[in-house]
């Protein structure tokens, strides 16, 4: 079974909303920190949105006030809800996660997330 699966993506016009989900299949035993990370064509993956085990987010400057990620409570579902999409917000959206070890930050600048769903497409025509 794959872990996180994501879906939701599509093809939305400049200023429209959308919302993507994740399922995950992850240990209820055990704290992670999750996050949304996307890709751009030509540009490397970037994270964009995490949240932690206790439901403290950040977010990249790039989304910050447009984007909200959510997770249910027993980390069954990552939510991340797009506002004022807008066509540099096109690209290639992955759920991921990292076991939440002790000392560990969950932010936007990990690098080493653990587990990758295989991806969704967001396009937002110029």
Known sequence: ?????ESGGGEVQAGASLRLSC???LSPYMPFCMGWARQAPGKEREVIAVIDQ????????SVQGRFTISKDGDKRTLSLQM??????DTGMYYCA????YLGMKCTVGITNFELWGQGTQVTVPS
Do not use: F, M
């Open 1 to 5: 079974q794959v872990p996180l699966v």
């Open 23 to 25: 399922a995950a299949r």
């Open 54 to 61: 206790d439901g403290t987010t950040e977010y990249a400057v």
């Open 83 to 88: 506002n004022d999409l807008k066509s540099e």
């Open 97 to 100: 996660a990292i076991r939440r």
